[in-house]
């Protein structure tokens, strides 16, 4: 070690005070080692290490290790002595500057400071209280394992690693945030990623240049291809086998230390309306839910503005007795279809928010009971039609069938641009809005993926399975011919 770098004993313990502005929850333990009883101190910072860690491994040594050290060969420096002989914790290592000490210490690392000895010892201790494995909040669990990761960044690479227990599993760490010091992970399988889709993505997150990170979507926001665009081009979620299903598929995941959110690379439109589940049901049954999805989410986008498009400017299209029940029951509402409809969208929209913000206890009473006395109330005061509460609350059922919390909300909001369209220019502006959004969607990639594949470029197998859900034999067959 270079003499310029080599810091005395209370040199380092005054810069490390200093560095760290004498903060409360820094903590010293003053103790004796040896025969010779030289003094020592262990500095921590409180509620980062294990309580446990520290007395077993890095305390209880020290003073109760005068007995052994004096068999051993006292040629050896203290620090050799320590980290050979006495220290029992299983990452220890020499550090020798303040610059080296502060990172360790507020990553919960303990450091023993050694009279008359140039620079410190460094022990692992770190031990942060972390919420037990539970099922994920953010999506129910029909059928499959219900363990959804956590906020620490160690038990969520625990919980994907122990479902690819393969030598081929791949795990990168660096540490992101010029405050936060926030570590994120890159998990994948290196025979199956696509070495250029790694590379970039590397070189993405190692261009990170951001004070904090306290959550996934940052690094979402940061690393995205067409960070202007509304769809979401990273995949996230909490459950582990979905993880572990997209590492076996060739993409990346990343993982944030301090979030139960993990990120895929790359992702296109059709992973986002697929699920874990559909592998865990019969091939029909989850063929079968993945198209009522597809469904789901062209009614999300294109139910209201059709309703509108159609009658205000084709109501020919519509069938007469129908029309006479929709005229009928318009008869007296002061408000033209369009302010209708829109009224309609945004008090859903704000129930929506209002059931998410309040408290779980009631927060489904008040979605419920609201929409219901808000509806009908409004039905019989004749300030909206029965049609228009059976339009937006079908568009309203049809927006939960979509998996993604991402594109949900992506579809949620285009719904209201397509409704401007229907209402200057009809069937035609919903044309031209489709015809926007293909041209959009065509134009985004994620990570050199198109967004649109396997459908744009074609692809025949790959098309496929996003249609169908292949059953395993014919997987099986192919493998074996």
Same mark, same amino acid.
């Given at each position: 070690?270079?003499?310029?770098?080599?810091?005395?004993?209370?040199?380092?313990?005054?810069?490390?005070?200093?560095?760290? /502005?004498?903060?409360?929850?820094?903590?010293?333990?003053?103790?004796?080692?040896?025969?010779?009883?030289?003094?020592?101190?262990?500095?921590?910072?409180? /509620?980062?290490?294990?309580?446990?860690?520290?007395? #077993?491994?890095?305390?209880?040594?020290?003073?109760?290790?005068?007995?052994?050290?004096?068999?051993?060969?006292?040629?050896?420096?203290?620090?050799?002595?320590?980290?050979?002989?006495?220290?029992?914790?299983?990452?220890?290592?020499?550090?020798? +500057?303040?610059?080296?000490?502060?990172?360790?210490?507020?990553?919960?690392?303990?450091?023993?400071?050694?009279?008359?000895?140039?620079?410190?010892?460094?022990?692992?201790?770190?031990?942060?209280?972390?919420?037990?494995?539970?099922?994920?909040?953010?999506?129910?669990?029909?059928?499959?394992?219900?363990?959804?990761?956590?906020?620490?960044?160690?038990?969520?690479?625990?919980?994907?690693?122990?479902?690819?227990?393969?030598?081929?599993?791949?795990?990168?760490?660096?540490?992101?945030?010029?405050?936060?010091?926030?570590?994120?992970?890159?998990?994948?399988?290196?025979?199956?990623?696509?070495?250029?889709?790694?590379?970039?993505?590397?070189?993405?997150?190692?261009?990170?240049?951001?004070?904090?990170?306290?959550?996934?979507?940052?690094?979402?926001?940061?690393?995205?291809?067409?960070?202007?665009?509304?769809?979401?081009?990273?995949?996230?979620?909490?459950?582990?086998?979905?993880?572990?299903?997209?590492?076996?598929?060739?993409?990346?995941?990343?993982?944030?230390?301090?979030?139960?959110?993990?990120?895929?690379?790359?992702? +296109?439109?059709?992973?986002?309306?697929? #699920?874990?589940?559909? *592998?865990? *049901?019969?091939?029909?049954?989850? #063929?079968?839910?993945?198209?009522?999805?597809?469904? /789901?989410?062209?009614?999300?986008?294109?139910?209201?503005?059709?309703?509108?498009?159609?009658?205000?400017?084709?109501?020919?299209?519509?069938?007469?007795?129908?029309?006479?029940?929709?005229?009928?029951?318009?008869? /007296?509402?002061?408000?033209?279809?369009?302010?209708?409809?829109?009224?309609?969208?945004?008090?859903?929209?704000? !129930?929506?928010?209002?059931?998410?913000?309040?408290?779980?206890?009631?927060?489904?009473?008040?979605?419920?009971?609201?929409?219901?006395?808000?509806?009908?109330?409004?039905?019989?005061?004749?300030?909206?039609?029965?049609?228009?509460?059976?339009?937006?609350?079908?568009?309203?059922?049809?927006? %939960?069938?979509?998996?993604?919390?991402?594109?949900?909300?992506?579809?949620?909001? !285009?719904?209201?641009?397509?409704?401007?369209?229907?209402? !200057?220019?009809?069937?035609?502006?919903?044309?031209?809005?489709?015809?926007?959004?293909?041209?959009?969607?065509?134009?985004?990639?994620?990570?050199?993926?198109?967004?649109?594949?396997?459908?744009?470029?074609?692809?025949?197998?790959?098309?496929?399975?996003?249609? %169908?859900?292949?059953?395993?034999?014919?997987?099986?067959?192919?493998?074996?011919?």
């Amino acid at each position: 070690m270079p003499e310029s770098k080599v810091n005395t004993t209370r040199d380092l313990y005054n810069e490390l005070v200093s560095e760290l /502005g004498n903060s409360s929850d820094l903590s010293t333990r003053n103790c004796l080692i040896g025969e010779e009883r030289i003094p020592a101190s262990v500095v921590w910072i409180d /509620g980062l290490v294990s309580k446990q860690n520290l007395n #077993t491994d890095v305390i209880s040594p020290l003073i109760s290790g005068t007995q052994q050290m004096k068999l051993l060969d006292q040629s050896e420096s203290p620090h050799q002595l320590l980290c050979s002989y006495i220290l029992t914790a299983n990452h220890v290592k020499m550090v020798y +500057t303040c610059e080296e000490c502060v990172p360790l210490l507020v990553f919960g690392w303990t450091i023993i400071l050694v009279d008359d000895s140039e620079g410190a010892i460094a022990v692992n201790t770190q031990g942060l209280e972390t919420r037990s494995i539970d099922e994920p909040a953010s999506s129910s669990v029909i059928r499959g394992p219900r363990d959804g990761f956590v906020e620490a960044l160690g038990v969520n690479i625990s919980l994907i690693r122990r479902r690819i227990r393969d030598k081929a599993f791949r795990v990168e760490t660096l540490t992101v945030g010029s405050l936060s010091h926030t570590k994120i992970a890159m998990v994948y399988i290196h025979d199956r990623a696509a070495k250029e889709t790694v590379d970039e993505i590397r070189k993405r997150l190692q261009k990170i240049d951001i004070d904090a990170v306290l959550e996934s979507h940052y690094i979402e926001e940061i690393i995205k291809d067409s960070p202007t665009s509304f769809f979401p081009t990273v995949y996230s979620t909490e459950r582990p086998d979905d993880v572990a299903g997209i590492i076996l598929d060739g993409r990346v995941a990343i993982v944030v230390d301090g979030t139960p959110f993990v990120l895929a690379l790359p992702c +296109t439109l059709f992973h986002l309306l697929k #699920t874990t589940e559909d *592998l865990y *049901l019969a091939y029909p049954v989850a #063929t079968f839910i993945r198209w009522i999805r597809y469904a /789901g989410f062209f009614i999300t986008l294109l139910l209201p503005s059709t309703y509108v498009g159609i009658l205000t400017y084709h109501p020919e299209m519509v069938p007469p007795q129908l029309l006479s029940s929709i005229l009928s029951a318009r008869d /007296g509402v002061p408000f033209p279809v369009l302010m209708e409809a829109l009224i309609m969208e945004i008090i859903f929209e704000g !129930l929506r928010e209002a059931s998410i913000r309040m408290p779980r206890s009631i927060g489904s009473a008040i979605s419920i009971v609201g929409a219901l006395v808000i509806g009908e109330s409004a039905v019989q005061a004749g300030i909206i039609s029965s049609p228009s509460v059976m339009i937006v609350a079908g568009t309203a059922i049809a927006s %939960f069938t979509i998996p993604s919390i991402s594109l949900s909300g992506t579809i949620r909001m !285009l719904r209201f641009f397509m409704l401007m369209l229907a209402s !200057l220019l009809g069937l035609y502006g919903i044309i031209i809005g489709l015809f926007m959004l293909g041209v959009q969607l065509a134009s985004i990639q994620s990570v050199g993926l198109p967004y649109l594949s396997p459908f744009a470029p074609f692809k025949k197998k790959e098309a496929e399975k996003a249609i %169908f859900r292949v059953p395993w034999f014919t997987l099986r067959k192919k493998r074996e011919n």
